[in-house]
T-cell receptor, first 115, second 109 residues
């Protein structure tokens, strides 16, 4: 089973709200990723977790806070977002933490709208 | 700098047609993946192909690493093949996948 699940599918939030996105995989993968995708653009890497530790932060603003509670779960906590943060947020995982050489599997995404 | 270029940017075809999508990259790679993003946003992994040739049904892909390009072939297109096709590359010595801008494929009935 090569499935990555994400919840919620859609999220609308105000600029003063706090919300969280959730990602889960049960493939035993040891690397997990958050990507952001704007309309008509390719996905952009935000964060990489390797063995449940944050290994890459692509200079993402602090209003985005990732968390990896265990090897199967990845959260993205959102606080004080701006309308320009509206996008599709994609989670991915791969088996090998030496991840640049490994297949990445993506979840269906959360479509976020910030009002 | 590191670059991944896909062509064509847009492609409109009739059902049943064949198509070739191209991905050029600027440096040596240790990872190359082709993805299909459907209209609902799901990115589906088509091939992991840093070199060589693979086939899966109506789809096949070839990467010539020494010449720094990869091709995705779609035969007998169906309307469900519509969407955006991304090439994503992992360069040697780098720590992330770099995505091309994508090819938007529209298959008309």
């Amino acid at each position: 089973d090569t499935e990555v699940t994400q919840t919620p599918k859609h999220l609308v939030m105000g600029m003063t709200n706090k919300k969280s996105l959730k990602c889960e995989q049960h493939m035993g993968h040891r690397a997990m990723y958050w990507y952001k995708q704007k309309a008509k653009k390719p996905p952009e890497l935000m964060f990489v977790y390797s063995y449940e530790k944050l290994s890459i932060n692509e200079s993402v603003p602090s209003r985005f806070s990732p968390e990896c509670p265990n090897s199967s779960l990845l959260n993205l906590h959102l606080h004080a977002l701006q309308p320009e943060d509206s996008a599709l947020y994609l989670c991915a995982s791969s088996q090998d933490p030496g991840w640049s050489t490994d297949t990445q599997y993506f979840g269906p995404g959360t479509r976020l709208t910030v009002l | 700098g590191i670059q991944v270029e896909q062509s064509p940017p847009d492609l409109i075809l009739q059902e049943g047609a064949n198509s070739t999508l191209r991905c050029n990259f600027s440096d040596s790679v240790n990872n190359l993946q082709w993805f299909h993003q459907n209209p609902w946003g799901q990115l589906i992994n088509l091939f992991y192909i840093p070199s060589g040739t693979k086939q899966n049904g109506r789809l096949s892909a070839t990467t010539v690493a020494t010449e720094r390009y990869s091709l995705l072939y779609i035969s007998s297109s169906q309307t469900t093949d519509s969407g955006v096709y991304f090439c994503a590359v992992g360069f040697q010595g780098a720590q992330k996948l770099v995505f091309g801008q994508g090819t938007r494929l529209t298959i008309n009935p």
